[in-house]
């Protein structure tokens, strides 16, 4: 008897295996439709459709200097159309291409409406170009000045000169960090600096006020505030003997070198 249940074992355990295959394609199946006809459902039925006629049916915050219609018009096309077939991550590729976009988010508020949500780029200085003056940020991307009602909104930032016009943006980064780097070491002397020069790296210029004088320094690579500060400690005297003369060469810790 023992012989006759151990033949018979292996049909029984086939059998049990393919009813559960059975069994788990009906499951997949019962799922598959039902998550059809709910699709279906959140893409067709009205309670589900973005409407122009409801005035928070888009909801921007966040914007501050980016072109709002530019904002608005990413999502143009999804007007009249459920909620639910509006493709999310596509929309946000659209609003990063925006000037003065950094990052943005896109989400679903239940049932109508979508909220949208900016953080913009932070300027930190401007630069000049043949074609007019731009902003830039801490990362090196261009950015046209913002205008409220017509009239150009005030910055008060330094100028980054050196900045090329065909420069990569890698290219303009580094010379954005070489004058954060300055603006660090300086301090709180870094509020009568008016130009920051990086078309070399190694060989940082500055325009600063002294004396109530505008006057360029060459501060080198290194030990920014140290020399500036000891430049205005030693101006006065410096301006008695050479008052003609507004370049100083400040690379040397232990010398100050007018340059004619």
């Excluded at 049990?16 to 709910?38: D, E, M, N, Y």
């Amino acid at each position: 008897m023992a012989r006759e249940s151990k033949k018979t074992a292996p049909g029984g355990i086939r059998w049990r295996l393919w009813s559960g295959i059975a069994i788990a394609g009906v499951v997949c199946v019962s799922t598959a439709i039902a998550a059809l006809k709910i699709r279906d459902y959140v893409t067709s039925d009205p309670q589900f459709i973005l409407s122009r006629d409801q005035k928070d049916s888009l909801v921007i915050d966040g914007v501050r200097y980016a072109s709002r219609s530019k904002v608005q018009r990413a999502f143009a096309q999804d007007f009249t159309h459920s909620i639910f077939s509006v493709p999310l991550g596509e929309r946000r590729r659209r609003l990063l291409a925006v000037d003065w976009v950094e990052d943005a988010s896109v989400s679903r508020i239940w049932p109508d409406r979508l909220a949208v949500r900016i953080r913009e780029r932070t300027p930190v200085a401007f630069v000049y170009f043949r074609a007019g003056i731009l902003l830039i940020d801490a990362h090196g991307v261009l950015l046209e000045p913002p205008a409220r009602e017509g009239t150009p909104v005030r910055f008060s930032f330094p100028v980054l000169s050196g900045v090329g016009e065909e420069e990569a943006e890698s290219q303009r980064e580094q010379r954005v960090r070489a004058m954060l780097r300055v603006q660090e070491d300086l301090g709180y002397l870094a509020k009568d600096v008016s130009e920051v020069n990086a078309a070399d790296l190694e060989n940082i210029r500055i325009i600063a006020r002294a004396d109530n004088r505008a006057v360029e320094l060459i501060l080198g690579d290194g030990n920014f505030g140290r020399r500036f500060q000891n430049f205005l400690s030693h101006y006065p005297e410096i301006r008695k003997q050479s008052p003609n003369v507004k370049t100083f060469d400040l690379r040397l810790d232990d010398r100050i070198t007018a340059k004619d």
